[in-house]
């Protein structure tokens, strides 16, 4: 089964296909431009409501990177929480990160960069960045291997001391998937929250 199409639409939104969304991002009431083509283009998810209302605020410096920005509620909150840190929303969706950056140029939110997420994994490597927070609804329903390749490459920036918060639906492997990180990819990982129908993985780098 392919990819849903909006992992992967190609050009932004044009004007007629613009709309405005009211929500509410960890305290914070915003008003944000949305589109359809990407991934819940009409709302904000429930998955994302629970990832929002779990975590602690991210540091209040550093790196901090949301995989799978969609039209960039994770990376607002983050952007919001700690404008002194540097925040990157990444994604494939070209629709996507436009309206990231607009959102977050809307908001006021100069500490925001929205970046294709192969081109930020380069631009990190090319940096010797490291991630000090990544927080997530990833993107399940591109299949398993893909998403542990995605996982694989992200997960491995974290910062020796950095930390992932990752939101899985518990019906689309969300224990399978705390099971493998932990087993293959050697991770810390602790189920901080479990609430309507999904999971909170908080994932650290090994121990050394």
């Known amino acids: ?33 949305t589109a ?35 039209w960039g509620p994770v990376t607002l909150a983050m952007a919001l929480a700690s404008p002194g840190a540097r925040v990157v929303g990444v994604d494939v969706n070209a629709r996507a990160l436009d309206l990231t950056r607009r959102n977050a140029a ?13 081109e930020a994994l380069e631009r990190f490597a090319a940096e010797g960045t490291r991630i000090d927070e990544l927080w997530s609804n990833p993107p399940i329903r ?12 992200w997960l491995g920036l974290l910062a020796p001391g ?3 918060q990752l939101v899985v639906q518990k019906n689309l492997g969300a224990d399978s998937l705390h099971r493998w990180l932990a087993d293959e990819l050697g991770m810390d990982v602790a189920r901080t929250a479990s609430s309507k129908g999904f999971r909170v993985l908080t994932v650290r780098p090994p121990r050394p």
């Open 142 to 153: 591109v299949g398993k291997a893909a998403l542990h390749e995605l996982l694989r490459g």
């Open 36 to 70: 359809p083509g990407v991934f819940s283009g009409d709302r904000l998810d429930l998955g994302t409501r629970v990832l929002l209302d779990a975590v602690d605020d991210p540091p209040e410096q550093g790196t901090l990177v949301d995989v799978g920005c969609g």
């Open 106 to 118: 809307a908001l006021g939110l100069a500490n925001v960069t929205a970046l294709e997420a192969g």
């Open 162 to 164: 950095g930390r992932a």
């Open 1 to 33: 089964m392919s990819a849903p199409d909006h992992y992967f639409t190609a050009r932004p939104a044009s004007p007629g296909e613009l709309r405005t969304l009211d929500v509410r991002l960890r305290g914070h009431e915003v008003r944000v431009t």
